[in-house]
C-alpha cells in the first residue's frame, strides 16, 4: 500500500512539474491583424526576429500619394506597425505601372522582393525583382525578370519564388491565364529554360508550401477587388511533384478544375474576398494563413481601390489536406499563434 501511495505521490510530482515548465499560449486575438490596408500581403520572418509582411501599392490615409509597396512588422503576428515604402523611387523598366503583389524571400544572404508591374487592362504587365541586405529596405531594383510578351503568357503577375531542398530556384506566377512556372538562374535574377503550367485559368496569386510528401498549391480565384461585391476566395490543389500535376480532393487535376475550397467570403458576417494568401509557420509548427479581406460596410479607400486589411487563421491538416475553420475568415477570439520571446 505504501509502495502504490508513494508511486501516485511521484506520478503527481512530476505532472504538476511537468506543467509547470510547459507554455501555455493564454494570448488570444480577433481579426483584422493590421488596417486600413495590405493587400496581397507575402511574409518573411526576418534574421532580427521580427516577421514583416509586404504589400500592393496603395495611397491611405496621410498617405496622399501611393506608397511603393508598404512593409509592416511584428513579433507576434498579431500588432503589427507600418515601416515604410520598400521603393524610394518606382522602378522605371515599364513606361506605366502600379506596384502589386510582392513576394518577399531570402536568398543567398539578401533579401529578394519579386513584385509585379502593372496597370488595370494592362496587355503587357510584368515581374521584376529587387534586393536588400535589410528587411525594412531600400529594396535596389535589378530590373525585369520578363513581361507577358517576352515569357508568353497573359497577364504575367503575381510572382512567387520556391527554392527547392537540393538549392533550385523557381518562380511561380500568374493571373487568370494559367500559373506557370520556370526555373530561374542561380541568382535569381534571371530565368533559365522552358515555362510549365501547373494549374488552370480560374486561378491567381500562387503560393506552394511543402508539407511532409506532398507540395501544396494555394490560389485565389473569383474577383479581388470589386470593394463588397468581392467574391474572392482560396483554393488548393496537392502533388508529388513540385512541377506537378496538382490534383484537388476529388483527384481532378487544377488545369481543368477550381480546387478544393478552403477559405470563402463570410455567410452572415462583415467580411467577404478573402484571397491572395502567404503562409507561415509560428514557434509551435502551426501553419498560419496571412491573407486579406474585405468589410462590407467599410470597402473602400479615399481613393477608390478597395480597403483590404489583413487577416490570419491557422491551417487545420485533416487527411493530408489543409483547411481553415468554417471555410470563412475568423473574427471571434482566438488563440494567438505561439511566438517564443
Request: proline fraction near 6%; hydrophobic fraction near 35%; include cysteine.
Amino acid at each position: 500500500m505504501k509502495k502504490i501511495f508513494l508511486f501516485l505521490f511521484i506520478t503527481t510530482l512530476f505532472v504538476i512539474t511537468a506543467c509547470g515548465d510547459s507554455e501555455v499560449n493564454e494570448t488570444t486575438f480577433q481579426n483584422p491583424v493590421y488596417e486600413p490596408v495590405l493587400a496581397d500581403p507575402s511574409i518573411i520572418k526576418a534574421d532580427d526576429g521580427y516577421y514583416y509582411a509586404y504589400g500592393t501599392e496603395d495611397a491611405w490615409g496621410e498617405h496622399s500619394k501611393a506608397v511603393f509597396t508598404p512593409i509592416i512588422k511584428s513579433k507576434n503576428l498579431i500588432d503589427w506597425e507600418y515601416v515604410g515604402p520598400a521603393f524610394e523611387a518606382k522602378p522605371n523598366w515599364k513606361g506605366a505601372g502600379s506596384l502589386w503583389a510582392p513576394d518577399i524571400q531570402k536568398y543567398q544572404d539578401k533579401y529578394y522582393l519579386y513584385y509585379s508591374l502593372s496597370i488595370w487592362g494592362d496587355s503587357n504587365p510584368g515581374i521584376g525583382v529587387a534586393l536588400s541586405d535589410n528587411p525594412e529596405g531600400p529594396f535596389e531594383d535589378q530590373g525585369k525578370l520578363f513581361t507577358s510578351e517576352e515569357i508568353g503568357v497573359a497577364n504575367s503577375i503575381d510572382p512567387f519564388f520556391y527554392l527547392t531542398e537540393d538549392g533550385i530556384p523557381y518562380l511561380f506566377w500568374g493571373s487568370f491565364h494559367g500559373i506557370y512556372g520556370i526555373e530561374l538562374a542561380e541568382d535569381g535574377l534571371s530565368t533559365k529554360g522552358e515555362k510549365f503550367q501547373i494549374a488552370g485559368d480560374a486561378f491567381e496569386a500562387p503560393y506552394i508550401i511543402k508539407r511532409e510528401d506532398y507540395y501544396y498549391f494555394f490560389g485565389s480565384l473569383g474577383s479581388c477587388c470589386d470593394g463588397a461585391n468581392s467574391t474572392y476566395h482560396v483554393a488548393v490543389g496537392r502533388s508529388d511533384n513540385l512541377l506537378g500535376p496538382y490534383l484537388d480532393k476529388n483527384g481532378k487535376d487544377i488545369k481543368n478544375s477550381t480546387g478544393t475550397t478552403i477559405l470563402q467570403g463570410q455567410e452572415d458576417g462583415l467580411y467577404v474576398g478573402p484571397g491572395h494568401n502567404a503562409i507561415v509557420q509560428d514557434d509551435e509548427g502551426t501553419d498560419w494563413l496571412i491573407y486579406h479581406a474585405i468589410n462590407k460596410e467599410d470597402s473602400k479607400l479615399w481613393t477608390g481601390a478597395s480597403r483590404r486589411p489583413v487577416m490570419i487563421d491557422p491551417i487545420v491538416w485533416e487527411d493530408g489536406w489543409p483547411k481553415v475553420k468554417d471555410q470563412q475568415p475568423n473574427t471571434e477570439d482566438q488563440p494567438a499563434p505561439v511566438i517564443n520571446q
